[in-house]
């Protein structure tokens, strides 16, 4: 999810805090758990999203409640304090409504106190589609929110109800109207309605054109069940290709595991996110998020982590026809397994009821 290397930048698939994740220079912004594998509207409400470094020590998560009517009401945010073993607030979004508007209230904690709240009001249409969004700052000094909304997002649709273009706008002090552009994302999907490409653009005030930035490239996998998210940025006219994001969906096609690769890593997995979803999540699920395998890919071998409950469990090792490869004792929670005799290739390792994914090249 990370840290800001210019005023553009914004922290990318929601690891805010992030650590050593995907690109830590890509400035768009993507939901993961709005890709889906399949083109729709998610049956489940994501509950919870954790987010783990390589080797398996979590870092952050955050926590989603709905209210009785399924509608979002909060949002919080915490942070692995390694030394205390004990998750650290960070931040938090409440959320209320009203007829086709939305509010959120963001609220960072520094030292059990508010630090820099901010609010948006989202409002929507008759269809229910987002159109314009209203962001007010807070003034400490008033113990009130400003009169004036300092930055305004506005949405274009297609006629299939895709939104294919994102603006964000601040004010004209002058003339108090939204004409000072700020950013904008471009959406391009498939024929089947699957998102295909974000384009990210600023503005430069002193050109007076847009000018790109980074872009996301999404790749469709049915028969492996992911979708792989290609991270670019922008070098003069060309573009750099700055790592990749696999992220992992079930039998509904929603994304269960993100897994973060680095280009400044040499392409290995630096961090990778586990979801759950409201009513799916069992004591063996979030249990079997913190089974991992590093590196991955894998040249010669991988240190396979397991919690206490595995031991004595037999892993199984699978090519993608399901062909079983080997098989190994689990003796230990950590152990390091053999893969320099297999074809380069992906394979699916199998502890009980549960299954990882581990690359070998």
């Not at 840290?3 to 553009?8: A, G, I, Y």
Request: glycine residues 8%.
């Amino acid at each position: 999810m990370r840290r800001k290397n210019s005023v553009l930048f914004v922290t990318m698939m929601l690891i805010a805090i992030g650590v050593q994740a995907q690109s830590v220079r890509n400035p768009l912004n993507v939901e993961p758990a709005s890709i889906r594998l399949y083109n729709g509207v998610s049956p489940k409400k994501i509950s919870g999203l954790t987010f783990y470094r390589a080797g398996g020590q979590p870092f952050d998560r955050t926590n989603f409640v709905y209210g009785e009517n399924g509608r979002k009401i909060a949002e919080q945010n915490q942070r692995w304090n390694e030394r205390g073993g004990v998750w650290i607030d960070v931040s938090k979004n409440d959320y209320s409504y009203g007829e086709k508007v939305m509010t959120v209230v963001s609220d960072v904690f520094a030292l059990n106190s508010r630090k820099n709240p901010s609010k948006t009001e989202s409002y929507y249409d008759d269809k229910g589609k987002k159109i314009y969004s209203l962001s007010y700052k807070w003034k400490h000094d008033a113990e009130d929110w400003a009169g004036n909304a300092d930055m305004k997002g506005s949405w274009i649709y297609d006629d299939k109800g895709h939104v294919v273009e994102y603006l964000k706008t601040i004010r004209n002090k002058t003339s108090e109207t939204w004409d000072v552009p700020v950013m904008r994302i471009h959406y391009i999907y498939d024929e089947a309605g699957n998102r295909q490409e974000e384009l990210l653009q600023t503005w430069d005030k002193d050109s007076e054109s847009w000018t790109n930035r980074g872009k996301y490239v999404y790749i469709y996998n049915i028969n492996a069940g992911e979708v792989v998210c290609m991270s670019y940025v922008a070098s003069g006219d060309d573009w750099v290709c700055d790592g990749k994001i696999i992220c992992m969906c079930d039998g509904d096609g929603d994304i269960v595991r993100c897994e973060y690769y680095n280009r400044d890593a040499g392409g290995a997995m630096s961090a990778y996110c586990i979801y759950t979803y409201s009513g799916t999540e069992k004591p063996e699920d979030i249990l079997a998020s913190v089974i991992n395998t590093y590196p991955n890919p894998a040249v010669s071998y991988f240190d396979l982590t397991v919690p206490e409950e595995f031991v004595g469990e037999t892993a199984l090792l699978f090519d993608v026809s399901g062909r079983q490869k080997k098989s190994v004792i689990v003796n230990n929670t950590r152990l390091k397994v053999d893969v320099s005799d297999l074809s380069t290739g992906i394979y699916f390792i199998k502890i009980a009821s549960y299954t990882n994914k581990i690359y070998v090249k």
